[in-house]
Structures are given as C-alpha cells and as structure tokens.
C-alpha cells in the first residue's frame, strides 16, 4: 500500500549506493543470494528466540533486498535476477513466521495462517504478473521491475512493519499475525477485483481459454 509512496525517499540513496557496489564488481544476484541467506538466519535465530539478532538479520535483510534492485538498474536487469529477487522475497516471508512458529507451541497455528495467507498473495501477485506480461502491460509505479508490481494492501512496507513489530513484542506474535493474515486476505480479494476489471475482456490475439 505505501510501497509506491516511500519510492522517491528510498530510491536514491540506494540506487547511490547500488552504482558503488556496481563499480567494485559486486553482481546484483549475489547481493539477493546474501539477503536469502540473511532471510534463513533471521528465521533461525527468531526459532531460538534470539529477537534482538533476528531483527538485525530482518533489517539487513530488507535492505538487501532493496540494493540488489539498485545494482541490477546499475548494471542490467535480467529475468533471472527478477526470477531470484522474488524467490528470496518468499523465501524471506516465510523464514519469519516458520521461526516464530518453532520457536513456541502457541505460535504454530497463526505462524500457519500467515504462512498460508502468503501463498495466496504470492498466488495472486504473480498470476496478476504473467497475464499482465502477456497482455504487454507496463508500469513503473514501483520503479524499473522485471515483472509487472500490482499494488495491493499488504505491500513489501506492511510486512517489514508487521514482523518488526513481532520481534519487538514476540509475546503479542499471534494477534499480529491473525491481523496481518486477513490483511493479506484482503489483498487477494482486491487484487482478484482488479484482474476482473483488468483481464475479464478477451485477449485479441489468443480469445478466451
């Protein structure tokens, strides 16, 4: 929801700083395969409930994430770097509640609920992504994408806010992950009304299927 708006302040010190690690030889997929293992950690060390330590790894993370985009735009863009950029998002996403889940019994149930509302974001995000790319639809709302970014509700900004918030108050892990869960849920309903309106013409070229 806020991920657009927080672009103009965000995207200039990174892609600052992306030119730098690109001048020194340092490629895009390495910086997402340094957050992906960053992402791992985070959900390891948060299963031991060393919260202090995972919201350093989750805040290292997230700004990973940000810097491979700012290499890559240094550098090239490439449907492999997108492919990956997005596998650590998820891979990300759910390293965080999987180790709030292990970390106390109590936490299982809404840690699989998130879990589980994730796919369903994931789901509708990149099903609105590939019809989008074959219909040629563009935009840079979220800055220069490998794929088509369709805003919704529970934006890449809400989830850092919510799991910062978990390790913050882990004993409140529950409420705030039910909350986010129908957040996301929502999303999902939002994003289906927008492919409605978007693709429920035929397409010109190929008809209905």
Not at 3 to 13: K, S, W
Not at 33 to 48: D, E, F, K, R
Request: with cysteine; hydrophobic share 55%; charged share 10%.
């Amino acid at each position: 929801m806020f991920d657009a708006r927080l672009r103009p302040l965000i995207d200039p010190p990174l892609n600052a700083a992306g030119r730098w690690l690109a001048r020194i030889g340092v490629g895009a997929n390495a910086v997402t395969l340094a957050g992906i293992a960053l992402g791992l950690a985070a959900g390891a060390t948060i299963a031991q409930s060393c919260f202090e330590i995972g919201l350093a790894l989750i805040v290292a993370n997230r700004l990973l994430d940000g810097l491979d985009g700012a290499v890559a735009r240094a550098t090239s863009l490439t449907d492999f770097g997108g492919f990956l950029d997005i596998v650590g998002d998820f891979v990300f996403y759910i390293a965080v509640p999987v180790g709030f889940g292990l970390a106390s019994p109590q936490n299982l149930l809404p840690a699989l609920l998130l879990v589980a509302s994730f796919a369903l974001t994931g789901a509708s995000f990149l099903a609105f992504a590939a019809i989008a790319g074959k219909r040629g639809l563009e935009t840079a709302a979220h800055g220069r994408k490998s794929l088509f970014y369709n805003t919704g509700l529970a934006e890449g900004a809400e989830t850092i806010a919510a799991f910062i918030a978990m390790v913050l108050m882990p004993q409140h892990f529950g409420t705030i992950a039910l909350i986010f869960a129908a957040l996301c849920v929502l999303t999902v309903i939002q994003r289906s009304l927008v492919a409605f309106h978007a693709f429920a013409a035929a397409c010109p070229e190929e008809g209905d299927e």
